[in-house]
């Protein structure tokens, strides 16, 4: 317990930059609530385990229910607990206190939890819920094995230990093997599957490995978002396991767990920079602590030295640990203010500026604002029929459906590999069969992004490799093969050089279409791509299915309508 490194802590978290990122100060998501309700649950679980009391355990409960109806990723949760009383047991540490805790916030929070449509059975089905359950179960086996222990003799409790210790393990053993052989309980799912291998995304299910949050975390992501904390943390656990109780025994494990999981997942830094303030904090106090009571009270030191005749080596000695001091606090105290600075800066520019509005700088250093998304949008609104549907990537579905108020075809919400991959297979594929397809899906509007003009290099384009991976994984698109739209040396170029089948494909022709008569840079020929750097290859070609309808000022979002052609055959 200390009020210090609470303080530190909650100064750090107020402004880190990997928290604001999904906060109101950023990209407001659901997780800018989730995390608050995940860490109050950690507190009044901590609280729980050093009272014992049911009280505190009820509270944990419904903080954790709040936690499950505003995030997915309340799974983190409830398998940070479990396994926290699982160490504990290993460790010798449980005590009534913890059972009482566990059992009462098991109990009460799966019951809560399944009152949520989303979550159902799932507390009770899937894998990923299973090490909650398991503990509960081992809780009261050792509840039992401690009341048999207190009233047997120990010749008796070791042979009826041994044989309990045998049969309950082959009952739970066979019972978890026909359960899901059964399918009553469901496997680990694709997340959590990329959480423990981070090639298994890659490799077996592109829709997970295609989400840019769904990449591991690169060294300088670590630092860009947390910056000292990176280095206070090693100090923080130093201090926790210097002084090991139940509580910071938690605080290690959610540290140690948080790392990993963020380094698999950048969109996990989310979740680690709480525990890296924490951690932080703790450290920042206890050697703030240690250093500063050799300033508090020097004078009188050096006082009573010199009246008790000590002579000038305790003076010296005296004056060195507080010039170390004062050294040590002036150092602090200047990371500190760095890491202000940098989180004010991290925050104003690159967490502060609406996703749909995109801004640059000019050569001679002016803003440059770019609101194509949002005109493109409000022309979607306004120019197409109420019932009208649009097909683009995912990743525009919830800003067409919130801003222009149209039916997207797919969305952010990438359950639905299925349609997904159907959209995919459109893009992928020559007009012809594109068409079929849109028809199928009975779209009127394709949008795509381009960046080609402006060196917007998010656009759909750079995206369309993920398109065919996601688009060849079902067995509608078994004849796309990603090896077709690469040169025959490897490589994927737009320009002359490209993949015949590339530069035929409906996402070429929709971003390059008219773009081969553009100038876009000085000394260029026409159709330079300045995100690629090369010349198009396919530049002279006309639309069959579909015909442009809305180019936005700066090519960023590019709308056409679907043409209406009900006998292709007569063509």
């Known amino acids: 317990h200390s009020v210090g490194a609470g303080l530190c802590a909650a100064g750090m978290i107020a402004i880190v930059p990997g928290y604001i990122s999904r906060s109101v100060a950023g990209s407001y998501d659901n997780e800018g609530i989730a995390i608050f309700c995940m860490l109050f649950t950690y507190y009044l679980w901590i609280k729980s385990v ?121 009952i739970i053993a066979v019972g978890l093997g026909v359960l899901t052989l059964s399918g009553k309980v469901a496997p680990w799912t694709g997340r959590f599957y990329s959480l423990l291998d981070p090639s298994y995304a890659k490799n077996n299910i592109p829709i997970i490995a295609s989400v840019s949050e769904h990449q591991p975390t690169s060294w300088s992501s670590f630092y860009f978002d947390l910056q000292i904390l990176t280095f206070l943390f090693p100090a923080g656990l130093y201090y926790c396991f210097s002084k090991l109780t139940d509580h910071n025994i938690f605080i290690i494990l959610y540290g140690v767990f948080a790392v990993y999981f963020a380094g698999v997942m950048v969109r996990l830094m989310l979740v680690l920079a709480p525990v890296m303030c924490i951690l932080s904090g703790i450290a920042v106090s206890s050697s703030l602590s240690t250093y500063m009571k050799y300033l508090d009270g020097s004078g009188s030191q ?61 050569h001679d250093g002016g803003r440059i ?98 398109m065919v991976r996601i688009g060849g994984s079902t067995p509608e698109g078994e004849h796309i093969k990603e090896k077709d739209y690469y ?45 690629r750097n090369v010349v198009i290859g396919n530049k002279d070609f006309e639309l069959d299915v579909l015909e442009e309808a809305y180019t936005s000022e700066h090519w960023i979002v590019r709308i056409y309508k679907v043409k209406d052609l009900p006998n292709r055959g007569t063509r």
């Open 50 to 170: 050093k009272t014992g009391n049911i009280y505190w355990s009820a509270l944990c409960a419904v903080a954790y229910f709040y936690m499950v109806s505003s995030w997915g990723g309340y799974v983190f949760l409830i398998n940070m607990i479990p396994l926290h009383v699982l160490v504990l047991m290993i460790c010798g540490r449980f005590s009534h206190r913890v059972y009482v805790a566990y059992c009462t916030v098991y109990t009460l929070g799966t019951l809560l939890s399944m009152q949520i449509s989303f979550v159902g059975f799932q507390p009770v089905q899937t894998s990923e819920h299973m090490l909650a359950l398991g503990v509960f179960g081992l809780c009261q086996i050792y509840a039992f094995v401690e009341y048999l222990r207190a009233n047997m003799t120990p010749e008796y409790f070791n042979i009826l230990f041994k044989s309990l210790v045998i049969i309950i393990s082959s």
């Open 302 to 362: 050096t006082k009573a030295a010199s009246k008790q005749g000590k002579g000038r080596q305790d003076t010296n000695s005296t004056q060195q640990r507080e010039g170390t001091a004062y050294l040590f606090v002036v150092l602090m105290t200047f990371f500190l203010v760095t890491y202000t600075t940098h989180c004010i800066w991290v925050t104003s520019e690159a967490y502060s500026s609406p996703s749909i509005v995109l801004s640059a700088r000019s």
């Open 369 to 466: 604002i770019f609101d194509d998304f949002r005109e493109a949008y409000w022309w979607l609104r306004e120019n197409t029929p109420e019932d009208a549907k649009v097909m683009s990537w995912w990743d525009y579905g919830y800003q067409i459906t919130a801003m222009a108020n149209r039916t997207v075809i797919v969305d952010n919400n990438t359950w639905n590999n299925t349609h997904i991959s159907r959209v995919g297979q459109a893009m992928a594929s020559t007009e012809d069969k594109a068409y079929e397809i849109m028809r199928e899906l009975d779209v009127d509007y394709v949008l795509v992004i381009f960046g080609g003009l402006t060196g917007y290099s998010s656009d759909d384009i750079n995206k369309f490799l993920w």
């Open 487 to 531: 040169t025959p040396s490897g490589e994927f170029r737009v320009d002359g050089e490209g993949s015949s089948t590339l530069l035929n494909c409906l996402m070429y022709k929709m971003c390059y279409y008219r773009f081969g008569q553009v100038y876009t840079e000085t000394g260029k020929p026409p159709g330079y791509d300045r995100v």
